[in-house]
């Protein structure tokens, strides 16, 4: 299996523009998560999905965050408009529902946002 | 609302030092994972631990989850190079979300 896939792997962008993410999960995986990553956050979880329905976006920072699946093997996070602070680390993770429950990451997405 | 702290936040060893890295949560935790992010790379797991006082080995690497479970810790026996990375606990909230702690950075010198 390829592991979880994310386009682009680097993306600069000017403030104001809009930016979509891409994700594509482990076949089979029931559960697809987006996270962010920065210096001062950490690793904070953004939203999940379970069969592509979202169970929890309480992390999705603001109303220009949106993600969507629209099926099994696609997943998007999109920002408009862009920020400066959105600048970060953008990780795709996907599990199975059943097993020990551990998660399987893609390689990131680093957005700078000038 | 639930928060995982790790300490230290940065750890610089000799090569065949030994670490630790310690994970504490405000609240009791079903379980607990563990992972590793290489500098540049995506979080890879480790290990989950269960049970109360479990204590599980990988090679050089010792897990333990507190009696409590409100706590765990990582130790490697004689670091090695390829062992610098970052640490993550992470905490189960609900049954498929999970709080990562805040990392512990391990540099390791040759």
């Known amino acids: 299996d390829a592991g979880v896939i994310q386009s682009p792997r680097h993306e600069v962008t000017e403030m104001g523009q809009e930016v979509t993410l891409r994700c594509k999960p482990i076949s089979g995986h029931d559960y697809l998560f987006w996270y962010r990553q920065t210096m001062m956050r950490g690793l904070e979880l953004l939203i999940y999905?379970?069969?592509?329905?979202?169970?929890?976006d309480s992390g999705m920072p603001e109303d220009r965050f949106s993600a969507k699946m629209p099926n099994a093997s696609f997943s998007t996070l999109k920002i408009q408009p862009s920020e400066p602070r959105d600048s970060a680390v953008y990780f795709c993770?996907?599990?199975?529902?059943?097993?020990?429950?551990?998660?399987?990451f893609g390689p990131g997405t680093r957005l700078t946002v000038t | 609302g639930q928060q995982v702290m790790q300490i230290p936040q940065y750890q610089h060893v000799q090569e065949g030092e030994d670490f630790t890295t310690y994970c504490n949560s405000s609240t009791t935790l079903s379980n607990i994972q563990w992972y590793k992010q290489r500098p540049g790379g995506h979080p890879v797991f480790l290990i989950q631990l269960v049970k109360s006082g479990e204590v599980k080995k990988q090679k050089r690497l010792t897990f333990q989850f507190g009696e409590a479970k409100k706590n765990s810790s990582l130790h490697i026996t004689a670091t090695q190079t390829t062992d610098v990375g970052t640490y993550f606990c992470?905490?189960?909230?609900?049954?498929?979300?999970?709080?990562f702690g805040t990392g512990t950075r391990l540099k390791v010198l040759a």
């Open positions: 999905f379970n069969n592509n329905v979202p169970i929890d």
């Open positions: 993770a996907s599990r199975p529902s059943t097993g020990v429950g551990e998660q399987y």
């Open positions: 992470a905490g189960p909230r609900g049954t498929y979300k999970y709080i």
